[in-house]
């Protein structure tokens, strides 16, 4: 039987719960407050990996989303959008590095220690690579606003609306049953409503009394104009970041920082972080700076994804998380599951909203 949904939020987390949904023969409408992947789908520095197990069932969450890319991959061509080339990450040194290796190693990560010799030999063009690194061939970088354009097109090729420049201003309820979204325009009815809403999601509950507490980031990632191919692999060294997307722009940053205070010197931030990468990294033209993006990526108190039913009312899921752009498009493919079939899956046991409202 179809039904309507309301997705409120087009990023990459509402454009791939729109993806699914659609193709599974249901009504789909996005409500999107500027233009889609506006907010922190167009400021990720998108590094697909499951590179940080802070717990068992959040590594495996991560360890499904890389393969659900890859899966999309086998389905469709997503060349001009993903690189699988992996990472080599020495963020940490010494014990902190031994430490990190032996966290990867317990969970039997793929992963493994590589020389510089190695180093050079996987990624010619990095300067002085370091005496140890760690290598995860599985990684990835995704063009993440692309991929999330990709998302909402094939949505829409399977009947799901996109309707961009629409703020909701309210849920509406109807004893304990969310039965649609006021704008400033209309009033729109669905059976369904799903908050993908990102750094909005906790100020879209509050006025129904159901506190999201979050803890949201901020940073600055820089894209490069396009350039000839540079590097494979997500480079994540102790002082920059940087990886390379399939069009040749380069992304790089300090990740997200949290340090954006008022008053805070973009410019001289920006040219310094140019600068490491030119001390990392044989360019041969000259970096120029195409896009300065200063982002806030979503991110609940505890740091783990909140994705599902929100608890006491019917008719409402929420679907916020760090990191989406590794989890978006497996999410909205198990989202959509357990609405079309009533159902819950056990992979999002411990990632449920109902752990904030017993708090």
């Given at each position: 039987m179809t039904a309507t949904f309301l997705i409120i939020g087009g990023g990459i987390v509402g454009a791939s719960l729109a993806f699914e949904l659609a193709r599974g023969g249901q009504s789909v409408t996005v409500l999107e407050q500027h233009a889609p992947a506006s907010g922190a789908s167009s400021k990720s520095f998108a590094w697909l990996n499951a590179n940080?197990?802070?717990?068992?069932?959040?590594?495996?969450?991560?360890l499904a989303a890389l393969d659900h890319y890859r899966a999309l991959a086998a389905e469709h061509d997503l060349t001009a959008l993903l690189r699988f080339g992996g990472s080599i990450w020495w963020e940490d040194e010494g014990e902190d590095f031994d430490a990190h290796v032996a966290l990867l190693a317990?969970?039997?990560?793929?992963?493994?220690?590589i020389d510089a010799k190695t180093f050079a030999k996987l990624e010619?063009?990095?300067k002085n690579p370091p005496a140890r690194a760690l290598y995860a061939p599985?990684?990835?970088?995704?063009?993440?606003?692309?991929?999330?354009?990709?998302?909402?097109?094939q949505a829409s090729k399977h009947g799901a609306t996109v309707q961009t420049g629409t703020a909701v201003e309210a849920l509406i309820e109807v004893g304990g049953r969310i039965t649609g979204v006021t704008t400033a325009l209309e009033t729109l009815h669905a059976d369904h409503v799903i908050i993908a809403a990102?750094?909005?999601?906790?100020?879209?509950?509050?006025?129904?009394?159901?506190e999201l507490p979050m803890n949201n980031n901020a940073g600055l990632i820089l894209r490069s104009a396009p350039l000839p191919d540079l590097v494979d692999h997500v480079i994540m060294s102790p002082d920059v970041h940087f990886r390379q997307d399939p069009d040749g722009v380069l992304l790089m940053g300090e990740i997200f920082s949290g340090a954006f205070e008022a008053g805070r010197d973009i410019a001289a931030l920006r040219a310094s972080v140019v600068a490491r990468v030119e001390a990392r990294l044989d360019t041969v033209d000259p970096i120029v700076i195409a896009q300065t993006s200063l982002?806030?990526?979503p991110m609940p108190l505890d740091g783990m994804p909140a994705i599902g039913p929100v608890p006491g009312f019917t008719g409402l899921s929420l679907a916020v998380m760090h990191s989406a752009a590794t989890l978006g498009p497996m999410i909205g493919k198990v989202l959509a599951e357990e609405l079309l079939n009533e159902t819950q899956n056990p992979m999002l046991q411990t990632f449920r909203p109902a752990r904030f409202a017993a708090q």
């Open positions: 940080y197990p802070d717990t068992p069932e959040y590594f495996q969450l991560r317990k969970h039997q990560y793929q992963s493994s220690v010619p063009r990095v599985a990684e990835a970088g995704v063009a993440l606003a692309a991929m999330t354009g990709w998302l909402l097109n990102g750094v909005k999601a906790g100020e879209m509950l509050a006025p129904l009394g159901f982002g806030t990526r």
